[in-house]
């Protein structure tokens, strides 16, 4: 076995740890920092897969960004530093239902994908070309993680909240 694999099974064992603590940790601070380690491993599988940009925006949007405002909203809300969250005792098994389905879903498209050398489409050049290809060919993806932002900062807005 070469290093690359040996090197992605590791990072995943570190990016499933993290992703399992970050849901499992009764301290919403620590999940916040579990987080981002989730997030900085993420960005070394796209090291691994020779997606430099990639691990450079997970890193400077998410790592950075995202966890950031994330720990500034905690602080900023006192209420929930030292506190412990009981964050398992609500819908722990739906969400262990709907984990399941996508986790399937997703090994079954992975399991489906033709095997073996495929033609790399030449990648682009510019900043221009990659806007045009974020916008024409990658739109989908785009909003989806529009979406998935949103979603992340209601979910801050919710927690942020005081019950006056």
Known sequence: ?????????????????????VVLSRNLFHSVLW???ALVATAGIFLLLHAEFLAAAQVLLY??????IVVFAIM?????????IRQ??????????????????????????????RPVAAAPATTAAL????LTEWVLPFEVLAVLLVA????????ARTDD
């Open 1 to 21: 076995m070469s290093a690359e694999p040996l090197g992605l099974i590791v990072v995943a064992g570190f990016l499933i740890g993290a992703s399992l603590l």
């Open 35 to 37: 987080l981002a380690l």
């Open 63 to 68: 790592a950075g960004g995202v966890v950031t």
């Open 76 to 84: 900023l809300t006192e209420r929930l530093v030292g506190q412990t």
């Open 88 to 117: 398992m005792n609500r819908g722990v098994g739906w969400g262990a239902v709907v984990a399941g389905v996508v986790f399937v879903s997703i090994a079954a498209a992975v399991l489906r994908a033709p095997t073996g050398p």
């Open 131 to 134: 806007g045009r290809a974020l």
């Open 152 to 159: 992340a900062l209601l979910g801050a807005v919710y927690l």
